[in-house]
């Protein structure tokens, strides 16, 4: 099974094959700032799977320092500012792409494994049953 995905304006494309080793929604603070909502919806998988098709002149990095004290390196499109993946330090065989950049109707994950950081859920929202809720993220 291959997922494709791509940013707003289709400048970068990227594919990723099988299936997510993990569907999260992710609370934290910086995910909010990132997102410009009040969470993030990811699919982690495995580096090794994913392959970047076009557009790697259009992206760029923000480097962000998590709760680990290791760098989280944030990749959007230059051109429309399209939050796509996140590479985290403390987890070096995963990425977490954006769910809301998968084509096709793949945002909708049907499920979700694992909300994190839920000491950072806003009040209004409720926990996704059946999701395991980590108050932070175990590694």
Not at 17 to 30: E, S
Not at 31 to 36: D, V
């Amino acid at each position: 099974m291959t997922t494709k995905g791509s940013c707003m304006c289709g400048s970068v494309k990227y594919e990723f094959t099988g299936g997510p080793a993990v569907k999260a929604i992710c609370h934290c603070t910086d995910c909010q700032k990132w997102s410009g909502g009040v969470y993030t919806t990811n699919v982690g998988v495995p580096r090794t799977s994913f392959t970047l098709l076009s557009g790697k002149n259009h992206l760029k990095t923000y480097d962000g320092t998590g709760d680990s004290g290791k760098t989280n390196k944030h990749y959007f499109c230059s051109n429309c500012g399209s939050s796509l993946y996140t590479e985290l330090e403390v987890v070096p065989t995963m990425m977490f792409i954006k769910a809301g950049g998968l084509d096709g109707g793949k945002a909708d994950l049907g499920s979700v494994d694992v909300e994190l950081y839920v000491k950072d859920r806003v009040g209004f929202l409720d926990a996704v049953p059946g999701a395991k809720q980590d108050p932070k993220m175990e590694y």
